[in-house]
């Protein structure tokens, strides 16, 4: 499926994709709430990206005792790349009690409990129009990228 | 309110208590933020004629409109004060994360006053202050543990600007260091910090910057980034950064070499770009700019491992081939060590440069001499704890070569040590270094761009010189001192070779209105008048540079820019010329009609 990944080694650590990815989904500038972030240690250069890995990983739908977090089918059209069809996980929010479960399996760590609302919160590609991705160093240094697993891909064309 | 938070934190040291103030918009209207702004508030809450060492004497941290936000560059912070090391106006700008860190905390602005009764460090979380006590754990820390201590005491997502141990000495050129490897440099705010027993500020922000509506202002910075940041013109700074000034600045006899006696440095083919590319390890950026110039390096010296990000190009220049070192490796080592210890590397390299040359001409034997590697690299060490030689270098340019009967030798305006471009080889920076509101500054106009770089001009004549350095040529990316004003309280990145026609459609997103090219110019000459007025009423002195650097007698024997000299009488009617089209009288003050005409709002 359709997801996106920080190259450790080719992120800047310019934060740009928080940045981009909260003012999309929390129409403010809050990179604390973010559903994709850089952990960067400024003294040794050190970066690790953390991002969803949607359907690929799935430990969040597996935990959920509400089925509250569900499969969606996505077009995924990000700023220099091509279309991208496949299914990512998004928060029904009508069903998500914050009962914290979701939160303790990810293995990435960007599926937290919104600080002003009683709901999870998580990537979900922007819709198809992933900012992250737009606003990385694309085309120059594509550290945000859009990657398929190839499971995945038959999935799509079955 | 959109782009700005409207507080400003007011930190009273000697009373341990922490304000918040609303932030003046009014002001804000007149003189954006950044730059403008903080010359306002410095206007406004500095005493005059205040002794810079003075508990009064306040800190001032400043951002601006666009920090936390995804126009690309502008997360710099500027610090700003009545510097305690040339009595004028110092506003030190820094990259990093700690600006964005400030608005999301809730802060436009920072004041520090007083001065605490003993090593205090300032955790701020949101709206909650404390003031803990420095000593023992954090006073004497270096750089890069006094940020860790942070991150592992308070908060792993601090984000922290504190001196080093050569800020609790005083060091005339302490500088703040935040993110480690990024420092606002110049002008000994580190010392001033020091005054008030302030080792660091730390922040955690989890709040937001609004920009009215998201995703619009999204999708219209997305387009300004494609067409306007990720260009050949900007890009360079990415796959290279300043390193790649070297062979350039150097091939044009204007690289200060041994202390300012030449401007080729036969070293420099060691220290330029090539050389920095077989050491890189990789690249890096401060928060929010998708250019990402900063080079992380590692090498070793002496069987130790050296890693960080730089030296950049000043660096290079006057602690390479000022101190005539062609020693990647030991310049790596001197960089990491004035970093650690929270030196101003620009002023290190210039103070290290006048010890030996004062060494080598047999003044008197300071222990260090051109090209000696052992001896340079212990030196920033020796300068942060004062001892030995460090005590008398710890004295700085101007005071070292008066103490020893050679004025002559200090390479410094205003008392601010001068960067890596000899006028001698660029006759636009004479003027540029004679009137730059913080002393020897190449921050505030820019002519090697155009001389040198671009070579669109003849680098040795002052023909149009004066003009360029007021105004600039900005469509062609070339500033002058009224553009960067404005750009500076952006507060938008040097790297970034942006046009006032860019800024006016960014401008119109904060003052949610059309913005004309004219008035970004306007707002830029406003805050750079301001500036000038603060200096006069401070008392600034005359405006000049060292007479060697424009006389006749001063022209280099040898390199690419021998026999060249901008001769003395050129240099006084190019001053003469400069106030006259300034508006201001021959003693460099604003008249009644220019500040009426461009709407500064406060007299003398």
Known sequence: MPHVMISSKKCTGCHMCELACSAYHEGVYRPAVARLYAD????????????????????????????????????????????????????????????????????TNVIHAHPDREVAYKCDLCDGDPQCVAFCQNPHVLAVDLKVDKADKALVGA | ??????????????????????????????????????????????PPKVDPWAPEN??????????????????????????PTTGILNDSYVGGSFAPEMKFAGYDAIIVV???????????????????????????????????????????????????????????????????????GRGGHGALMGSKNLKAIALRGTGSVTVGDARAFLADMA????????????????????PV???????????????????????AKNLNSESFQKIRVKKRACYQCAIGCRNFHGTTFAGKEVRGEGPEYETIALCGGNCGIGDIDALMEFNAECDEWGLDTISSGSVVGLAMDLTEKGVVDLGLRFGEVESYVKAPAMIAKRQGAGAELALGSRALAAKYGHPELAMEVKNLELPGYDPRGSFGMSVGYATSDRGGCHMRTYPVGDEILAGTVPADTMEGKVQQCITGDCANGFIGQNFSSIKFSGIWCDFWAVTPQQLAQMFKHVFKREVSEDEVMLMGERIWNLGRLFNVREGVQKDDIPKVLYAASGAFKDGPSA??????????????????????????????????????????
Request: include cysteine; hydrophobic fraction near 35%.
């Open chain 1, 40 to 107: 960067v240690n400024p003294t040794t250069g050190a970066i690790k990206g953390h991002t969803c890995l949607q359907t690929g990983c799935a430990k969040c739908q597996e935990a959920c005792p509400n089925d509250a977090i569900v499969t969606k089918e996505i077009t995924v059209k990000a700023v220099g790349l091509d279309e991208v069809k496949g299914y990512v996980l998004v928060i029904d929010e009508d069903k998500c009690t914050n009962c914290g479960e979701c939160y303790d399996v990810c293995p």
């Open chain 2, 1 to 46: 309110m959109d782009f700005y938070k409207g507080n400003v934190l007011r930190i009273d040291l000697s009373a341990k208590t922490a304000t918040v103030e609303p932030l003046n918009m009014d002001w804000a209207a007149l003189y954006v933020g950044g730059k403008g702004l903080l010359f306002r508030y410095m206007w406004e809450y500095i």
């Open chain 2, 58 to 83: 306040p800190l001032f941290l400043m951002t601006g409109p666009f920090a936390g936000t995804n126009v690309s560059t502008t997360s710099r912070l500027v610090v700003g004060a009545k510097s």
């Open chain 2, 114 to 184: 007083g001065k605490a009764p003993e090593p205090t460090v300032v955790t701020v979380r949101n709206d909650v202050v404390e003031f803990l006590p420095a000593a023992p754990k954090y006073w004497g820390l270096k750089t890069s543990e006094i940020e860790q201590a942070m991150r592992d005491d308070f908060d792993p997502e601090a984000k922290t600007l504190s001196i080093g141990p050569a800020g609790e000495t005083l060091n005339p050129w302490a500088c703040l260091s935040t993110d480690q490897y990024h420092k606002a």
């Open chain 2, 223 to 242: 387009r300004i980034h494609r067409e306007f940041v990720l260009t050949d013109d900007n890009l360079w700074a990415h796959e290279e950064g300043t």
């Open chain 2, 245 to 267: 000034l070297v062979d350039l600045v150097n091939g044009a006899g204007a690289m200060p070499t041994r202390n300012w006696s030449e401007g080729y440095f036969e070293g």
């Open chain 2, 563 to 604: 026999g060249k000299a901008i001769g003395e009488a050129s240099f006084a009617s190019s001053m003469h010329d400069y106030y006259q089209l300034r508006g201001w009288d021959q003693n460099g003050v604003p008249s009644e009609e220019k500040l009426a005409q461009i709407g500064v709002d406060v007299r003398l």
